[in-house]
């Protein structure tokens, strides 16, 4: 790719394709090693964006693709967090998209932001570095984007994380359905009552904000002991959805001590990729969802237990190729 680029002869594509399943693709290839190290990967796509554009969506993955393998590699706790927005809007049919990939990791000293795309060079070149790498994967993002009609530019803290923008031109696509992508009684679940529980501060955010835009009423609990506060305390409450993993009483127990109320309210629960609870606990959940969740079967699994007329969603498989790390 790098003598490719070198010699002029890197040609970026025209053609069509769905934004969201493309970074949901990117999401499903890393949310294996990011449970492995504990990280919270999370993705927010706006909802101005329009779903289907015009460019070369193998170059583009590719970009984010280096991104995040980085922001995973330098971050040993935390989050790491892609955000995809409309930065401007060029003509009717054209627009720039901003993409930004943030991590809790190591960062960058602020003499070191200047070589980060320079061909084979490291930020940290010592015979003992603990990290490895050609060096060459920043330098082709910065081409490819520049390729694509864009920007990059980093943001970073020494010790509290760095964050990677970049936009890109495109265009938008005339193939807009993206109505048809969300199911059709969508309005039927407005003005439900849901309680979502993460100790995550972006991920609640970020789930208050998608059931927002679903006109769903939300209340939010950093732990399970506030979750059961707020369930005790408001009888309205239509649906919990909380995170598997929390210190202190993880959402196993917090199902549980649900169930074990006057008036128990379904339970989503938002594991990662590899974790067995519902082999563990059947009957528990109203569904599992494997993060980072995608935006339909969330919707599926929210409608399937508080739409008009109730439906079993089937669990979401995992890909048949993972191995089951738990020996």
Not at 135 to 161: A, C, Q, Y
Request: hydrophobic share 40%; proline share 3%; charged share 25%.
């Amino acid at each position: 790719d790098f003598s490719k680029i070198e010699s002029g002869k890197m040609d970026i594509e025209e053609e069509d394709f769905d934004l969201r399943q493309s970074i949901e693709e990117i999401m499903d290839m890393f949310s294996q090693k990011a449970a492995e190290q504990h990280l919270d990967l999370i993705y927010q796509i706006d909802f101005n964006m329009p779903r289907y554009v015009i460019g070369d969506s193998l170059r583009l993955k590719q970009v984010i693709i280096n991104l995040i393998n980085n922001a995973i590699k330098f971050t040993s706790k935390g989050e790491v967090f892609i955000k995809v927005f409309l930065s401007q809007n060029i003509s009717d049919n054209e627009m720039e998209i901003g993409f930004s990939v943030k991590d809790t990791g190591i960062g960058i000293p602020e003499e070191k932001l200047s070589s980060l795309f320079k061909a084979f060079s490291q930020v940290d070149s010592s015979t003992t570095r603990k990290y490895g790498g050609s060096g060459l994967g920043l330098i082709i993002s910065e081409r490819l984007v520049k390729l694509m009609g864009g920007n990059v530019w980093v943001e970073s803290k020494l010790g509290e994380g760095s964050t990677f923008n970049f936009t890109i031109q495109t265009k938008l696509s005339h193939n807009q359905d993206a109505g048809a992508a969300l199911l059709p009684g969508i309005s039927n679940i407005a003005g439900k009552k849901v309680l979502i529980v993460d100790d995550n501060k972006t991920n609640l955010l970020i789930l208050k904000t998608q059931l927002e835009h679903w006109k769903l009423e939300t209340i939010t609990s950093a732990s399970a002991k506030d979750a059961l506060q707020t369930l005790s305390e408001d009888r309205n409450l239509d649906l919990v959805i909380s995170d598997m993993e929390m210190p202190g009483m993880d959402g196993a127990g917090l199902a549980k001590a649900i169930k074990e109320m006057p008036h128990p309210v379904p339970v989503i629960i938002l594991s990662s990729i590899g974790d067995t609870s519902r082999k563990k606990y059947p009957g528990l959940f109203s569904a599992v969802l494997v993060k980072p969740v995608k935006q339909n079967q969330l919707l599926k699994s929210i409608y399937a237990q508080v739409g008009d007329r109730k439906e079993t969603v089937e669990a979401q498989k995992e890909p048949a190729n993972l191995l089951n790390t738990d020996f």
